[in-house]
Every structure is written in structure tokens, then in C-alpha cells.
């Protein structure tokens, strides 16, 4: 069993940064895709960025330029710099684990990220 846990969270001004953390237990971390996605009130949960166990990574269009996403095998824990944040960006963000080998899905419990204008 994978547990995952979110840190990093809290509010900030619009144009501040913030970083979050995920820790993931377990022996899969190294070869498991990692995500981050969020969900604001009344909106589906999307994604925000993405990095896979070799180290690729995906963004959503919304936050190129401004989020990174990176990964620390040798401390299982993956990684968001959120940069120039904007109210828009005021959500509970989710840190997702896809085991390679399974498919199987983990999440974490979520982290509020409130920006204020």
C-alpha cells in the first residue's frame, strides 16, 4: 500500500510563490509516474503538471512558465515551485502516484492553496 503525503500549502498574495511537497512511502516511488492536479470549488479536478520516472514532464497551459514540477528519488518525494501565482490558481492541489508496472492509481489527501488578489 502507497501512502502519500502533501505538504506546502497555505495562503499567499497573487504574484508570491509557493512550494508543495509529496512524499510517497513505500518501494515504488523510483519507477511510478508523478502528477499534480487540482480542483477548485464547483470545477472538476485537472491536471496541473506532471513528471514521469524518467524524469519527463508535462505541463498544463495555465501554469507553463510560472509552476516546476521535479522529483527526488533517493527521498521519494516529488515537487511544485509554484511562481507568480494568481487567484485563479486557488485550489486543493492533489499529489498523484501511477505505478508503471500496475497502472494503479494513488492520491494523497490534498492541500489547500488559497491566492489572494
Known amino acids: 500500500q502507497v501512502q502519500l503525503v502533501e505538504s506546502g500549502g497555505g495562503l499567499v498574495q497573487a504574484g508570491g510563490s509557493l512550494r508543495l511537497s509529496c512524499s510517497a512511502s513505500?518501494?515504488?516511488?523510483?519507477?511510478?509516474?508523478m502528477g499534480w492536479y487540482r480542483q477548485a470549488t464547483v470545477k472538476q479536478r485537472e491536471l496541473v503538471a506532471d513528471i514521469t520516472s524518467g524524469g519527463r514532464t508535462n505541463y498544463a497551459d495555465s501554469v507553463k512558465g510560472r509552476f516546476t514540477i521535479s522529483r527526488d528519488n533517493a527521498k521519494n518525494t516529488v515537487y511544485l515551485q509554484m511562481n507568480s501565482l494568481k487567484p485563479e490558481d486557488t485550489a486543493i492541489y492533489y499529489c498523484?502516484?501511477?505505478?508503471?508496472?500496475?497502472?494503479?492509481?494513488?492520491w494523497g489527501q490534498g492541500t489547500q492553496v488559497t491566492v489572494s488578489s
Open positions: 498523484n502516484l501511477k505505478h508503471r508496472n500496475t497502472g494503479l492509481n494513488y
Open positions: 513505500g518501494s515504488i516511488f523510483s519507477i511510478s509516474d
